[in-house]
């Protein structure tokens, strides 16, 4: 894997990843930015709500599950002295579909969190990191 970051102007930066995306990471006015994009830290957090996400989706569908809908909201607490590590992540999902089984979405999660999900088991070596989730019937 390879991603590039290109400074722009005051700590305003571009990065690309090697499959060609791109996205914007901007600081706050107190920083010297001009909140022009993500923090980087927030990139880092979307990363493990995304990587959780897919890995949620991914073993419902193979289990045959009719799921139409999964979000994650994400809350976390960093450390007060540099590094600013994230201390805190609590993972809330909210899986959407028919005749879902709690046990089913607890069962991914659980998955997710102790074997699939990178970001979550790096994450996890600095931060304590909780879950839990609500399943929405239609």
Known sequence: MEAKVK???GVMFVGETGSGHAVVMDGSPDHGGRNMGARPMEMILL???GCSSF???DILRKGRNDIVDCRVELAAERAESIP???????????VTGRELKANAVERAIKLSAEKY???SIMLGKTAEITHDFEVIEV
């Not at 600013?84 to 909210?94: A, N, P, R």
């Open 7 to 9: 400074w722009v102007d």
């Open 47 to 49: 990363g493990l709500g």
């Open 55 to 57: 890995d949620v989706v």
């Open 84 to 94: 600013s590590v994230f201390t805190k992540i609590h993972l809330h999902f909210v």
């Open 117 to 119: 999900c990178s970001a």
